[in-house]
């Protein structure tokens, strides 16, 4: 397939998202890390999430998840729309945030649940979406047409380096989202300070003692790591939707 054509599913798939009146799904997320973080150096994680979504600024994304292999073993994530504002809860002890807009939320939400929320918010956007997904899959491979949750859909593989390949799975009907995959192998020998500070700060909000990341060897323990994480998707556009599910009160007790 010529890259033009690539580019034209890549556009068809912008326009589903960008122009739809209301968008929701549901979905399942399962990430592997192999890493000697514990007795037999695997990190699982498995999750569901769900997004709600009313143009122009009704929105709405829950993420549930279960951990494996690491201190905190269950997290949930809120971000909902409160009259201008976006705001977020966690519920492992994180106060309830504040955002000028949806966009300003996604940096949270993409520390808090990666690429799971990042994704299709993202897309949902007018502003930058093209240019999002251009640069996320605009050099991919088309591998072919395949079976997603009994949908067809055109299979994308994007090589963006030697250690990180992304694949994407877009319905041939619909032009909506099916599945995401990225397959990573990674090494903290690269990784500037800043990056290390990044990463040491993420696995503390997990629950590891900051006392671990005292010794200076402390990425020792994550050097030469894989993960692969898979992402299924249940969309629908142009959906009705009850307003209610964005009146979220985040629970007075935890």
Known sequence: MSRERVYEILDRVVAAYTQCSSYRDWGTLKSTTCRSLSENGVVTEEGEFSTAYIRPDRFRFDYLTSRSGLPIKSERSVFWTQG???????RNGTRTQSFLDIEHALFQLSSDSGVSSRFVPRLLLPDGA????????????FVGIELSEGFDCFKLQFKSTA???SRVWIDTCTFLVRRLETDTLSTLANFEVAELEEIRDRMISYGFHSQFFDKA??????????????????????????REVFNFKPPSTL
Request: net charge neutral.
């Open 163 to 165: 250690s990180h390949v």
């Open 217 to 242: 060897d402390w990425y020792d323990s994550f050097k030469d790591s894989r993960s692969i994480l898979t992402l299924n998707y249940r969309p629908e556009i142009d959906c009705p939707i009850n």
């Open 130 to 141: 093209s240019n999002f997904l251009r640069e996320r899959f605009g050099d991919s491979d």
């Open 84 to 90: 201008n504002r976006v705001k977020s809860w966690r």
